[in-house]
């Protein structure tokens, strides 16, 4: 007795897409809560320095940024979060974000000073000692990681 098989033809299982959502939905709430967004639109142009004892900040909630950088007019302008002022005013803006932090926070405060390396180092020394009057700040240089010689 002579068996006879039948071929059937092979299909490929369909590829089962109920979960695809979950996972699209997942994937998209992860990158959401990591992502800091920057808040600051920055209106001069910097190219920062390098260092080599670089940190990162602790406190991000309670640090403002300063900018120190040429203006698209060409003229070095010192920019403090989103408005572009003189240094003169630097202080007073300064002063009004430590006082809009709640008491407990106010001791966080850091100033983020981020200066172009052609900006003459007087001016951000001035800018530095203008800050300073605004309360008991902590001032940090911005700077990029010095690449290493391998």
């Not at 172009?116 to 008991?136: F, N």
Request: aromatic letters at 6%; glycine letters at 4%; hydrophobic letters at 40%.
């Amino acid at each position: 007795m002579q068996f006879r098989h039948r071929r059937r033809k092979r299909q490929i299982p369909s590829l089962n897409l109920a979960s695809m959502p979950d996972l699209i939905f997942t994937v998209l709430f992860f990158f959401m809560i990591v992502t800091h967004m920057r808040t600051d639109t920055v209106e001069v142009k910097l190219e920062v320095p390098q260092g080599t004892e670089v940190t990162k900040l602790a406190h991000k909630r309670t640090t403002i940024n300063i900018y120190i950088g040429k203006a698209s007019d060409g003229q070095v302008r010192v920019q403090v979060a989103d408005k572009i002022c003189s240094i003169s005013q630097a202080s007073a803006l300064v002063r009004d974000y430590w006082n809009d932090l709640p008491d407990d926070e106010k001791s966080n405060m850091t100033v983020n000073l981020k200066a172009d390396r052609a900006v003459p180092m007087g001016m951000v020394t001035d800018l530095k000692k203008e800050i300073c009057q605004a309360g008991p700040i902590t001032i940090h240089y911005s700077a990029t990681e010095e690449k290493k010689a391998e």
